[in-house]
C-alpha cells in the first residue's frame, strides 16, 4: 500500500480553468503539507494541516484553497489557472517528533496551457 | 529563521569514486536536519535525517551524513558512486522534526555520475 498517494499524476489544463489534486495518507499521521516544485526544482511549502486546522498559509495566491475533510485527506482546488501554476504539486505527512521524519507523495506535475 | 545552503547546484564524479555533496543550514534552535534523493519524474525519497541522538547518521544506498554543529553542516557522502546514484539531491531543514512547522529545503544538488 503506498503511504502518501497523490491523483492525479499529470493534469494538462486551459488557462482559466479549475483544477482539484486529492492526497491520502494512510500512516495514521497527524500532519498534512502541499509543497510545490518549481522548474528550476526549488521545493516550497505552501500549506500545513494539522488534524483538519490550518497551520500555515504561504503567501500563495488565494486562487489556491486547501481543503482537509479528516486528517487523512488534504485536497488542494485551484482556480483560474494560470500559466506559472505549471510545477509540480507534493503532498506530504508527518506524525510527531523527529522519529517520524516526513513522507512525500509522488506528485503531481501540472501544465497549464 | 531557519534556511539551507547546498554548495553546488552540480556535482560530477567518476563511478566508484567518494561522493560529497554539501550542506550548510541557519537555524535559532537545534534543528532536525534531513537528506531526501529525487530521481527523474519521482517524488522525494528520505535518505537519512539526524535527530539530535548520533551524529553520524547512516542511511539508505550507502549513504551517510555527520552533524557538525561547530560548523553547521551537514554534508551527505558515500564512498563509492554507482551509476544509480544519479539524481538531484534535497538537504532540508525542520524546527520540530515532524510537526507543522514542515520543512525548509535547500536548492538541491544534481549528481551526476561519469562512466
Known amino acids: 500500500d503506498t503511504a502518501v498517494s497523490q491523483t492525479p499524476k499529470y493534469l494538462v489544463t486551459q488557462m482559466g480553468n479549475d483544477k482539484s489534486i486529492k492526497c491520502e495518507q494512510n500512516?495514521?499521521?497527524?500532519?498534512m503539507y502541499w509543497y510545490k516544485q518549481d522548474s528550476k526544482k526549488f521545493l516550497k511549502i505552501m500549506f500545513s494541516?494539522?488534524?483538519?486546522?490550518?497551520?500555515i498559509n504561504e503567501t500563495v495566491p488565494n486562487r489556491f484553497s486547501p481543503k482537509s475533510p479528516d486528517k487523512a485527506h488534504l485536497n488542494l482546488h485551484i482556480n483560474s489557472l494560470e500559466l506559472g501554476d505549471s510545477a509540480v504539486y507534493f503532498c506530504?505527512?508527518?506524525?510527531?517528533?523527529?522519529?517520524?521524519?516526513?513522507?512525500f507523495g509522488s506528485g503531481t506535475r501540472l501544465t497549464v496551457v | 529563521a531557519q534556511s539551507v545552503t547546498q554548495l553546488g547546484s552540480h556535482v560530477s564524479v567518476s563511478e566508484g569514486a567518494l561522493v560529497l555533496l554539501r550542506c550548510n543550514y541557519s537555524?535559532?534552535?537545534?534543528?532536525?536536519l534531513f537528506w531526501y534523493v529525487q530521481y527523474p519524474n519521482q517524488g522525494l525519497q528520505l535518505l537519512l535525517k539526524?535527530?539530535?541522538?548520533?551524529?553520524l547518521v547512516k542511511g539508505i544506498n550507502g549513504f551517510e551524513a555527520e552533524f557538525k554543529k561547530s560548523e553547521t553542516s551537514f554534508h551527505l557522502t558515500k564512498p563509492s558512486a554507482h551509476m544509480s546514484d544519479a539524481a538531484e539531491y534535497f538537504c532540508?531543514?525542520?524546527?520540530?522534526?515532524?510537526?507543522?512547522?514542515?520543512?525548509?529545503f535547500g536548492k538541491g544538488t544534481h549528481l551526476i555520475i561519469q562512466p
Open positions: 494541516y494539522n488534524n483538519k486546522e490550518l497551520i
Open positions: 539526524y535527530t539530535s541522538a548520533a551524529t
Open positions: 506530504a505527512s508527518s506524525g510527531t517528533g523527529g522519529y517520524y521524519g516526513y513522507t
Open positions: 537555524s535559532s534552535v537545534p534543528p532536525y
Open positions: 500512516l495514521g499521521h497527524d500532519t
Open positions: 532540508a531543514v525542520s524546527f520540530s522534526g515532524g510537526g507543522a512547522d514542515g520543512l525548509t
